[in-house]
T-cell receptor, first 115, second 113 residues
Framework: AQSVTQLDSQVPVFEEAPVELRCNYS??????LFWYVQYPNQGLQLLLK??????LVKGINGFEAEFNKSQTSFHLRKPSVHISDTAEYFC?????????????FGKGTKLTVNP | NAGVMQNPRHLVRRRGQEARLRCSPM?????VYWYRQLPEEGLKFMVY????????ESGMPKERFSAEFPKEGPSILRIQQVVRGDSAAYFC???????????FGQGTRLTVV
């Protein structure tokens, strides 16, 4: 079964520091990959997605992610974080298990940006 | 174009009561997905519906849970005889065609007391 592993449940960083949130997925077949952000008591907002083409994907709020097929990874990066980036981040991948296309999510990484 | 609208945002039910969660998809979207987020967990797929049809309910618990998406009106996720373990955030997403184009609502946070 398709699965997504987010290696760090919590990541504390200082403001203006770089950050990398790690994501690995299990399937070796073609997949689509996503990163979502969830602010407290809010819904999910799409940060970026990889469907095809360039393996480096740029998203909103200065985030980017790199698709690495050989390592089945899709790590999220930002060169300089702000206090406002404090949120929970979810990596997701598509699957067709069960008969239709749907998203499988990781357990999330809580990013805390400290002053 | 309003986003995906879910209501209520917060719902408190006593054990044994029924919970009804509503989802109005974005205009022009005929595909609806329901996901559940348990505390400290990611979102887990429950059910995928198109107008008047359940396409995939492979993530739905076999008992007490049901979903519908009528020709007119919002999609409804219904939980009968709620138990404490049903306490979670329930998210709806809608898309015009495929899951990869889905937009999420703000969720309904169900608390069973």
């Amino acid at each position: 079964a398709q699965s997504v592993t987010q290696l760090d449940s919590q990541v504390p960083v200082f403001e203006e520091a770089p950050v990398e949130l790690r994501c690995n997925y299990s399937s070796s077949v073609s997949v689509y990959l996503f990163w979502y952000v969830q602010y407290p008591n809010q819904g999910l907002q799409l940060l970026l997605k990889y469907l095809s083409g360039s393996t480096l994907v740029k998203g909103i709020n200065g985030f980017e992610a790199e698709f690495n097929k050989s390592q089945t990874s899709f790590h999220l990066r930002k060169p300089s974080v702000h206090i406002s980036d404090t949120a929970e981040y979810f990596c997701a991948v598509t699957t067709e298990e069960g008969g239709s296309e749907k998203l499988v999510f990781g357990k999330g990484t809580k990013l805390t940006v400290n002053p | 174009n309003a986003g995906v609208m879910q209501n209520p945002r917060h719902l408190v039910r006593r054990r044994g009561q029924e919970a009804r969660l509503r989802c109005s998809p974005m205009k022009g979207h005929s595909h609806v997905y329901w996901y559940r987020q348990l505390p400290e967990e990611g979102l887990k797929f429950m059910v995928y519906l198109q107008k008047e049809n359940i396409i995939d309910e492979s993530g739905m618990p076999k008992e007490r849970f049901s979903a519908e998406f009528p020709k007119e009106g919002p999609s409804i996720l219904r939980i009968q005889q709620v138990v404490r373990g049903d306490s979670a955030a329930y998210f709806c997403a809608s898309s015009p065609r495929q899951a990869i184009e889905a937009f999420f609502g703000q969720g309904t946070r169900l608390t069973v007391v």
